[in-house]
């Protein structure tokens, strides 16, 4: 079957330091992977995504890249800003549907 | 920016109330979904649809009910509101090549039945 799981939270981290949450899957077939993140109060934003394995996904200094052999996908910021505490969801689609993981809440202190 | 909208935001009702979640999108999307998020943030699937008539249960048992008349637009019934109901729910679409675009949200509505 398909699922994802990621890394437990809460992460707290200090302004401007690096930033790695994990994520692994199991999926049939070649899933496309998804990092979302969700501020207090609001849905889903797409964060970033990937499509085949090697491909890297980026935006706003946040990076993921497609890592077949491991099957993961894990998410990066090399210097993290209060602006960034979400709670970040990880995710992979194989066709017609979403599976995400339980979610990381990071909390990113000055 | 992703065009998909949900009303209200925030709603407070007594048990035993019928309510209706509204969403609406405006991307042409073929496939909808109903999310709900529990306190500790996972998400649950309850409905989905891949077109209009089309409407399928999810992998989280609901006694809410979804109709898909028109391409845009995905609303929620809940015929008896329950406290247990309480929750936060949200509405997402995709398009053509779902897997690969991803899935788009709405801002969700927060419930609370008392």
């Known amino acids: 079957g398909n699922s994802v799981t990621q890394m437990e939270g809460p992460v707290t981290l200090s302004e401007e330091a690096f930033l790695t949450i994990n994520c692994t899957y199991t999926?049939?077939?070649?899933?496309?992977l998804f990092w979302y993140v969700q501020y207090p109060g609001e849905g889903l934003q797409l964060l970033l995504k990937a499509t085949k394995a090697d491909d890297k996904g980026s935006n706003k200094g946040f990076e993921a890249t497609y890592r077949k052999e491991t099957t993961s996908f894990h998410l990066e910021k090399g210097s993290v800003q209060v602006s960034d505490s979400a709670v970040y969801f990880c995710a992979l689609s194989t066709g017609n549907q979403f599976y995400f993981g339980t979610g990381t809440s990071l909390t990113v202190i000055p | 920016e992703a065009d998909i909208y949900q009303t209200p935001r925030y709603l407070v009702i007594g048990t035993g109330k019928k309510i209706t979640l509204e969403c609406s999108q405006t991307m042409g999307h073929d496939k909808m979904y109903w999310y709900q998020q529990d306190p500790g943030m996972e998400l649950h699937l309850i409905h989905y649809?891949?077109?209009?008539?089309?409407?399928e249960k999810g992998d989280l048992s609901s006694e809410s009910t979804v109709s898909r008349i028109r391409t845009e637009h995905f609303p929620l019934t809940l015929e008896s509101a329950r406290p247990s109901h309480t929750s936060q729910y949200l509405c997402?679409?995709?398009?053509?090549?779902?897997?690969?675009?991803?899935?788009?949200f709405g801002q969700g509505t927060r419930l609370t039945v008392v």
């Open positions: 999926a049939t077939g070649y899933p496309s």
């Open positions: 649809s891949y077109g209009v008539n089309s409407t």
């Open positions: 997402a679409s995709s398009g053509v090549g779902s897997s690969r675009g991803g899935a788009f």
